[in-house]
C-alpha cells in the first residue's frame, strides 16, 4: 500500500531561516506528487505539484521542491522563511485513475519574528 | 476561480439528530471527494464521486451518506453519528476525466462538525 512520510513534524525557524521539508513516499509505480499549506483557520491550498517533467517545481509564495525518484523523495524548500508561513505543511502522493490522494502527517511550521 | 463553497462553517449535533454538509463548485470539475481531517492529523479520504456516481467509499459507516444531484453539489447526509465523528470535514473537487491520477484536487474550508 502506498504511504507519505513527512519526518519533521514540528519545525520553528526565525525569519529569514531557509527551510527544508522533508517527504517520502512508497510506491514503486508513477505518481503525482503535491504540497498543500494550511494556514491557521483557513483551508487546504496547493503550494506546489509535480506531473512529469523538470524535476525541480516552483510553487506560490517563493516555495520549490525537488522531485528525486531514485531516492523516492519530494522535500520542499523555502530559502528564506517569513513569520507568515507559520502554517501546516502537507505532503500527498496521488497514483492510479481514481486520484486517491494519500496525505503524509503534516509538518507544522512555526516562524518567529 | 478555483473555489469550492461548504455549508455551514460549523455544525454542533446530537446523536439521535439527522443532518446534512454542503459543498458546491461551478469550475465544471466532474470529480468530487469528502475527506475527514481529525485534530492535528491529515485528511483522510472518504469518498470520491466521478461523473455523479459513486466510484470510491473508504469503508466508510454508513451513518454517513454520501449524494452527488449534480455535477456542481455534493452533499454528506449524516444520521446517528458518534462523538469519535466529530472532525473536519472537508470537500474537494477535481478536473475528473480521463485526466486521471494527474488531476489537482481543490479543497473547500470545511465543514466543523461536533457530535455531543
Known sequence: AQSVSQHNHHVILSEAASLELGCNYSYGGTVNLFWYVQYPGQHLQLLLKYFSGDPLVKGIKGFEAEFIKSKFSFNLRKPSVQW???AEYFCAVASGGYNKLIFGAGTRLAVHP | D???TQTPKHLVMGMTNK???KCEQHMGHRAMYWYKQKAKKPPELMFVYSYEKLSINE???SRFSPECP???LLNLHLHALQP???????????????SGATDTQY???GTRLTVL
Open chain 2, 84 to 98: 469519535e465523528d466529530s472532525a473536519l470535514y472537508l470537500c474537494a473537487s477535481s478536473q475528473g476525466g480521463t
Open chain 2, 70 to 72: 449534480n455535477s456542481s
Open chain 2, 19 to 21: 443532518k446534512s454538509l
Open chain 2, 59 to 61: 469503508s466508510v459507516p
Open chain 1, 84 to 86: 507568515s508561513d507559520t
Open chain 2, 2 to 4: 478555483t473555489e469550492v
Open chain 2, 107 to 109: 479543497f473547500g474550508p
